[in-house]
């Protein structure tokens, strides 16, 4: 008898035939898809941005990815499911909490916005898209596409540097007190990131690593340069403290302290505690954040009333020209502080069991703090994918002994 592996959806008993030409020939789909979800991003977003190319353009990335997504699930239902489950499950619930609390704001304040729905829907697209590859393509696969969409996002900065008339050599005249750089790119900071993090723990060549961390370095966000050299640092000189495991408690107390943090930086960037963030600081809240505590204090100030996921954004980009970019005070506000902590909590479980999937999470918790992640949707999607390779990849450690990993991700 066939057995049925347990999890979200059940094994489909597969003939020889099936499993020597059809699984492949999806798993091959939806690897293809994906890679080139990544490579119109690198290539078309910036062009997006300053008004070189259509939105029909723009969003054809979304389509590849779903067409990736209903091939990876296609080949997933016939492997049968292995791993990120557990992980998904959270991500799901974190996604439902929100577009229910955001649907009975919506409804209580009589406001109807798209842009609560598009919010809603970058948050899951990368849920959903790092889950079903994960289930169908194989490791091995993984690292060739890896290797292809850092090639293909390199290429697309320095073309994007070309068109500004930017060139490498620029980068030296960089301030980093000040985060100013003619080399500095939103759109490619957090995929070089995810890239080296990547290439940092799966290290059959060298040269990548490299390649991904001078990317991260010239794309110049000061957090993301930190954490990309720290990251070389440790691959190179302590890479067998990547796979240890690290204990549920020591996550747990970690969310604690990300809880509390958020709550000492919102009531930081307060108008009452402006002169004890100078003295900490050396500096104002408006220029040490660059703007970000003047918009918070226009929505504590201006009675904001929030519609739903995504409404904070709308509105102060109505006023600033800018999104509201502080993510788990933004969640605070727009869906209650209840909410914010449900976030915090599921979300760190998305580290797993290992010192790097927590070093990886650690990095967009701590960003989400003072900056934004939430809307960098693919670059959450490799992050994902990087964090379910770490955890249901590779053999864990414990007090020096290695640890079997259940289908489910449970230590055996």
Not at 203 to 228: E, G, N, P, S, Y
Not at 287 to 316: K, V
Not at 339 to 362: E, K, P, Q, S
Request: aromatic content about 16%; some cysteine.
């Amino acid at each position: 008898m066939t057995s049925t592996a347990r999890g979200s959806f059940g094994r489909v008993p597969a003939t020889k035939t099936q499993t020597k030409v059809q699984r492949p020939f999806l798993e091959y789909v939806a690897a293809f898809f994906f890679v080139l979800t990544f490579v119109i991003k690198a290539f078309v977003d910036d062009a997006y941005t300053m008004g070189d190319v259509s939105a029909t353009v723009a969003y054809t990335k979304y389509v590849t990815a779903a067409i990736a997504c209903l091939a990876a699930f296609a080949c997933a239902f016939k492997r049968g499911e292995r791993v990120f489950v557990r992980e998904f499950d959270e991500l799901l619930v974190i996604f439902m909490t929100f577009s229910v609390v955001s649907m009975i704001l919506m409804l209580a304040t009589g406001v109807m916005s798209n842009v609560v729905f598009f919010e809603l829907f970058k948050f899951v697209m990368p849920i959903i898209l790092a889950y079903s590859v994960l289930n169908a393509i194989d490791s091995k696969t993984f690292y060739r596409c890896m290797v292809i969409i850092l090639i293909a996002s390199v290429a697309g900065y320095l073309y994007t540097l070309g068109k500004d008339n930017v060139s490498i050599s620029d980068f030296l005249n960089a301030d980093f007190s000040t985060s100013d750089s003619a080399t500095e790119s939103s759109s490619f900071s957090g995929i070089s990131l995810v890239l080296t993090f990547y290439f940092a723990f799966f290290r059959k060549r060298k040269v990548w690593l490299v390649l991904a961390t001078a990317f991260c370095i010239l794309t110049f966000k000061r957090m993301a340069l930190v954490f990309a050299l720290v990251a070389l640092i440790i691959s190179i000189f302590a890479p067998q403290f990547m796979a240890r495991r690290v204990s549920k408690r020591v996550v747990n107390a970690l969310k604690l302290l990300t809880i509390a943090f958020v709550a000492l930086w919102a009531w930081m960037l307060l108008p009452d505690q402006e002169g004890l963030f100078i003295r900490i600081f050396s500096d104002t809240p408006r220029m040490f954040t660059m703007g970000r505590s003047e918009t918070f204090r226009y929505l504590l100030s201006s009675g904001f009333q929030s519609y739903g996921f995504g409404s904070a954004n709308e509105t102060i980009n109505s006023v600033f020209g800018m999104p509201f970019e502080m993510d788990l005070i933004k969640i605070a506000l727009e869906l209650t502080p209840l909410v914010m902590v449900l976030f915090v909590w599921l979300y760190w479980d998305v580290a797993g069991t290992t010192l790097w999937g927590v070093f990886i999470i650690g990095f967009f918790m701590l960003n989400m703090v003072t900056s934004d992640s939430l809307t960098s949707n693919f670059c959450l999607t490799l992050a994902y994918i990087t964090c379910g390779l770490v955890e249901y990849g590779t053999p864990k450690k414990l007090a020096g002994k290695k640890v079997r990993f259940s289908k489910r991700g449970g230590a055996r």
